[in-house]
């Protein structure tokens, strides 16, 4: 996982560990393959299964890939990463099938890019994403996101739009990413990022419309950060009423993190049907 980041660390060495840390497309060489293999095989599942698409917003980007169960069946969101500035929707229909046969139906939103739109622009319309969703089905979706596609589920669990969400490999403390380069599109400023982390979100509890779960799953092979966290979240919320689980996923990174969601038997799948049937 790394070294741990001192706090005794000064500015140029902590923005150094950030970096490192952070830019996992640096941390693991291998994940053109991983891209490549996600990209290939959601083209041979959207073929296979076509999919509605739908538009929920106005911009080009605003479309969601619609997987259908069936009449009544529970529907799950899946929020792509990519750091709100890289890849789309057409990148992971894959994580539909697994889900389909236990009969969730799965909604896969996109959304416009940084640096075109802002991060608070990409919030808001994941907001509108999960409220098309809801009214469409006529109940509160399951969210479940990578990467920033968990900072944006955790969000939504938060707002109370959604019964229960499940972040993999979450991002819900923005503030270090100020010091990387991957600011260099986000482009935003110590308070901004503090305002758009949910951890600092009132967390879903009793009083909350909606659910009360949050799920944190990370891989074991991710830098300290990632590991950090997801039990900061799971621990700043816990103790404010929500419902909190955190989960190690062995071996992976983040990547290959999200590799259960194509096994219909894997823990984690199995966590989404329940988060999605619970009553």
């Excluded at 539909?96 to 909604?107: K, N, R």
């Excluded at 260099?184 to 879903?204: C, F, Q």
């Excluded at 816990?238 to 989960?247: I, N």
């Amino acid at each position: 996982m790394g070294k741990a980041l001192s706090p005794e660390a000064t500015q140029n060495e902590r923005a150094a560990a950030y970096e490192a840390a952070y830019n996992n497309r640096a941390r693991v060489p291998g994940h053109p393959a991983i891209l490549d293999r996600w990209r290939k095989e959601s083209l041979r599942v959207i073929d296979a299964r076509r999919p509605e698409t739908i538009e929920y917003g106005p911009s080009e980007r605003q479309k969601m890939e619609w997987f259908d169960a069936g009449p009544g069946a529970p529907v799950a969101v899946f929020m792509h990463g990519g750091y709100w500035q890289a890849l789309d929707r057409g990148w992971f229909a894959w994580v539909a099938p697994a889900l389909l046969e236990h009969g969730i139906s799965v909604a896969v939103p996109g959304y416009d890019l940084a640096p075109g739109v802002t991060v608070g622009k990409i919030i808001s319309q994941m907001r509108d994403a999960t409220e098309f969703v809801r009214a469409r089905s006529g109940k509160r979706p399951l969210v479940f996101g990578h990467s920033v596609g968990g900072h944006m589920a955790a969000g939504m669990l938060s707002e109370g739009r959604a019964r229960a969400a499940l972040a993999i490999s979450g991002v819900f403390d923005l503030e270090p990413l100020v010091h990387t380069s991957l600011n260099d599109a986000l482009g935003l400023d110590a308070p901004v990022a503090r305002a758009l982390s949910p951890i600092h979100w009132p967390a879903p509890n009793g009083a909350t419309p909606g659910g009360t779960t949050l799920d944190c799953w990370v891989g074991g092979a991710e830098s300290n950060e990632f590991v950090r966290q997801s039990r900061e979240m799971a621990a700043a919320w816990g103790g404010k009423g929500a419902d909190t689980h955190v989960e190690i996923v062995d071996g992976t990174d983040h990547f290959t993190v999200l590799d259960p969601l194509a096994d219909p038997d894997s823990p984690m799948v199995k966590r989404l049907v329940e988060l999605a049937t619970a009553e």
